[in-house]
């Protein structure tokens, strides 16, 4: 995306959340966690292609109370359209949805706390939806200092027709920023990744390598976690949009 005043990160400074545990690692003591935990909605995925074992942490959002480990935004939208509300979002039936309204309210979601380096792949897709709304999966940095601590956004879905993917890494006290773009339909279920280590970070489709930077002096400094988000970016909302995710997954390195 282009420069923005106020990025859309996950629970940036000064915004409202829920939390909806006493613990925000509520959601890694869970049923217990196998090596291979399946593809769901997404039969290829970049840990069984490259063998990141056993997640770390995972959530198949079977009902709502797996929404007790994420932190649910509630505050001002992106760049201050409409608001970020906890009512944007459910789990049901192993499907978390969140929905963007005619009013420009939507919502989104923080897996705190994070790591630093690491592997994060969510299944995911995205709703044909009103020019105003961007889906995307993110790593955004744990201590909220952004730009400094740097953004890693890994599936960033602008197209209101949904037949494309950005990949955006933010770095440095001025928001520069290394991008790449994919043409694909997201209105189908895809797994998307993230591998973060201390030389590279790549970007991942369905098991496939698709981004890759090396140039470590932009990579975060600090400890990044997850975030699922469907932003307002100011524009038409009058036909909403909707984004789906059937599970979510972080590996150690």
Known sequence: MGPLTIRSGCVAAGFAVIVLTASACAGAFGPPLHADPGGGNCAKTAAATLGWGTPNRADDFSDSSSLAGWRLYDGPGHNGNGRRTPRAISAADGVLTVTGDAQGNSGGMAWNPGQFHGRWEVC??????????????????????????????????????????????????????????????????????????????????????????????????????????????????????????????????
């Open 124 to 253: 995911a897709k995205s709703s044909s939806a009103a020019e105003a709304y961007h889906a995307l999966l993110l790593l955004w940095p744990d201590d909220d200092d952004w730009p400094a601590g740097g953004e890693i956004d890994f599936m960033e879905v602008v197209d209101p027709a949904r037949q494309g993917s950005e990949f955006w890494l933010h770095f440095g006290p001025d928001d520069t920023r290394e991008n790449g773009y994919l043409p694909i339909d997201t209105t189908q279920w895809h797994s998307w990744a993230v591998e973060w280590t201390p030389n590279r970070i790549a970007a991942y489709v369905d098991g496939t390598m698709w981004w890759e930077s090396t140039n470590v002096e932009h990579f975060p400094p600090r400890r990044m976690h997850l975030c699922v988000q469907l932003d307002n970016t100011g524009g038409d909302v009058g036909a909403g949009a909707q984004m789906s995710v059937d599970w979510a997954r972080q590996y150690s390195i």
